[in-house]
């Protein structure tokens, strides 16, 4: 029961269009490891389903992604997402853009085998306009309210990072917020989770409440020990986010960025960053 | 008294008489404001750091992570202030780009959950600059929608300037005060369309002793609001 794996070995699941659910949120506790191995897995065309934060940016910026299915792209402490911004005014990248509780419902939906489930986001809005594949249902009862039918996001390969793990897929979230994490693993076909630090099953019940172990080992289908590999973004009590280097990759030109810290492999990268 | 001291004040008047109910804010003003009201005449709303720990005085009271967060709006249970790039005169709203959304010129946040919270419970809005470039004829996407499209409730705009209502017969947006040194004509010259001016137009309510107190000394001792309305 040792699903212990390479970061490369996972990533080498990934096959040219695929869709890829990554877990956190903004620039919160995303696998970032896994994101820069992706990165240099030269794989193309990529679906990327994600509460976006500087997972998008770098995927984006690599020109490995096709479409972005999200509710938002933002890095929290500076707003917008460069790299992302750049590449829907320049129109490389197609979007599909969800209301953030409508992508929870189709991550929702997928997860219980649903075609869809019904919600109110999004009635009225633009989101119906440039999301023209969007139906309503009416309600059977005698209500009869209209509702979006949120049609389910099936994953081919989800990607979450949590604080603690045994080698069995069971983990743990020390932080404030699940996220999605769970859902993500749920809707997905091949799961994969990164942590901080693996342990032993003992270990890992005893470190905190029953309620905090995010995932069990059916959920999860290789496990990645990727220390410091939400870097840059927080994976807290671990650590916060790393707001200077988080300033200097909105601020710096892509290329530089990219030889200087995602040339090589992730030693070379946690070297790096070592400041 | 400051300007931005008289918006703190108003954003908190918006959510008066609204119970136990959770108050949202993107602002560093409106977060004041909530807190203002919470610690004033609002005791029993319920406000979140940002993330998820809900706070009472200042100190932790509960959790609300975002799965929470997402119950309470479709509950309804929950009266957020946003802000907008742009809004029309129904109180659309628009975060997600400006231009044409297939290639926009200016890609912005996408629409978060403004589409969710604008049909699910009541809507405020904080706008630290009042321009027409913000109060425009239409949005470019419709994130938010206003009152025309069946928006659950939009109940004041703040401004820098001034504060906001729909309290016309097609509910479109009034000028409810002014706040302290603008007039009307202000708030005209900085809406880029045909506002519902009252004939007599009050000016906003200004903090008392107590809620002056409760901003310097307790919410906002560095002055941070001051830089939110430059």
Redesign the interface.
Known sequence: MNKLVSVEDAVAEIRDGMTIGIGG?GSRRKPMAVVRAVLRSGRKNLTLVTY?GPDVGLLVAAGIVRRVV?????LDSI??EPH??RA????TIR?T??????L?WGLLAAANRLPFLP?????????M??NPELRTVRSPYADDTELVAMPAIPLDVAFIHLNRADTGGNGRYLG?????DDLFCLAAKRRFLSCEQVESTDDLMAGGPPQTLLVNRSMVDGVLHTPNGAHFTSCVPDYGRDEAFQQEYATTDWETFRARYLDGGEADYQLAVKR | MTRAETCVVACAEAWRGDGAILASSAGLIPHLGARLAQATFAPDLLVSDGEATLLRDGRAEGWLPFRSVFATVAAGARHVMMGASQLDRFGNQNISCVGPWEKPTSQLLCVRGAPGNTVNHPVSYWIPRHSPRVFVEAVDMVSGVGHDRNAHEIRVVVTDLAVLDFATPDRSMRLRSTHPGVTVDDVVAATGFALTIPDDVPPTREPDDEELKLIRDLLDPAGAREREIR
């Open positions: 949120w976006g999200t509710g938002f792209v933002s707003p917008l992302f911004r829907r005014s320049e129109g979007l853009e969800y209301d953030e509780g409508m929870y919600i109110r986001a999004g009635l009225g809005s633009d989101v306009r440039i404030p917020d699940p996220y999605f």
